[in-house]
T-cell receptor, first 111, second 117 residues
């Protein structure tokens, strides 16, 4: 079992839909959770950064962490074609700086 | 504030050759991490440098080596290239304080796409 599991997709939705992206993990030491967006042939761009359990909202994006279930989510409201990209979850343990990534989910938002 | 930059953008090498990739960290950051991202995969951690010292290494063979310079820029060197080394190589910078084990978000550069023929 990989430390971080993420469905690679692709996930296709119409413009304006609510998108739900998810990751599960096995390492209970992970305490910091991140979502990165990566456009084709570009480097990952940090979208959301969350510590421990709970919710965090930033504009159209909401990140949720459920440490008891080892499950994290990213919700995108009112999705736009410009949101079409690969979304990577990443996590790290307290006191460590190295990141463990999921495989990424490819999202396609059609006009 | 200047972001993370990497050079070159693209590189084509043949099996057995050696390659050096370069990274300039974001202003104010003292830590550089290198990742390998194969097609369709998430980034895999190679190693990290904090204040010119290696500060952790992933599951990569010794032919992957690195350096960090006093200005916190960094190099990744790969010897004896193999076909499986073809990937996007990402550099990420962050700031940290090892004494209190405090680390902050990593910001990625655009990557160097290496093709090994």
């Amino acid at each position: 079992q990989k430390e971080v599991e993420q469905d690679p997709g692709p996930l296709s939705v119409p413009e304006g839909a609510i998108v739900s992206l998810n990751c599960t993990y096995s390492n209970s030491a992970f305490q910091y959770f991140m979502w990165y967006r990566q456009y084709s042939r570009k480097g990952p761009e940090l979208l959301m950064y969350t510590y421990s359990s709970g919710n965090k909202e930033d504009g159209r994006f909401t990140a949720q962490v459920d440490k008891s279930s080892k499950y994290i989510s990213l919700f995108i409201r009112d999705s736009q074609p410009s949101d079409s990209a690969t979304y990577l979850c990443a996590m790290r343990a307290r006191g460590y700086s190295t990141l463990t990534f999921g495989k990424g989910t490819m999202l396609l938002v059609s006009p | 504030e200047t972001g993370v930059t990497q050079s070159p953008t693209h590189l084509i090498k043949t099996r057995g050759q050696q390659v050096t990739l370069r990274c300039s960290s974001q202003s104010g950051h003292n830590t550089v991490s290198w990742y390998q991202q194969a097609l369709g995969q998430g980034p895999q951690f190679i190693f990290q440098y904090y204040r010119e010292e290696e500060n952790g290494r992933g599951n990569f063979p010794p032919r992957f080596s690195g350096l960090q310079f006093p200005n916190y820029s960094s190099e990744l060197n790969v010897n004896a290239l193999e076909l499986d080394d073809s990937a996007l190589y990402l550099c990420a910078s962050s700031s940290g304080t090892s004494g209190r084990a405090t680390w902050y978000e990593q910001f990625f550069g655009p990557g160097t796409r290496l093709t090994v023929l």
